[in-house]
């Protein structure tokens, strides 16, 4: 409903899900967020909410190859600094969509 309106959606998905979704929205944008792996488990070690086998499973999976379909836009945030600055290239990259 949101598309149709003109709106932009942005969803936080699995990368799983990605071929399906972009089977139904070809003209989606994915943005692969990445983070250094001794960034992230800093990061989960700091927030404190996962216990260590939880933190070793999410560093297994963020280590994985990411394979993005052919047909697919594809923007990569590098997430491993301050993350305000993330958080400004996101915003902008939305904002010229």
Do not use: T
Not at 60 to 76: D, I, K, S
């Amino acid at each position: 409903q949101w598309l149709a309106r003109g709106l932009k959606v942005i969803v936080n998905g699995s990368r799983e899900y990605l071929p399906l979704a972009l089977a139904r929205y070809p003209k989606l944008c994915a943005v692969h967020v990445r983070v250094k792996p001794e960034v992230l488990a800093a990061r989960l070690r700091q927030r404190g909410r996962e216990s260590e086998a939880e933190i070793a499973q999410r560093m297994a999976r963020a280590v994985q190859p990411f394979e993005v379909p052919a047909n697919c836009a594809l923007v990569e945030i590098d997430n491993s600094g301050v993350l305000e600055d993330s958080a400004v290239k996101f915003a902008q990259l939305v904002s010229n969509a």
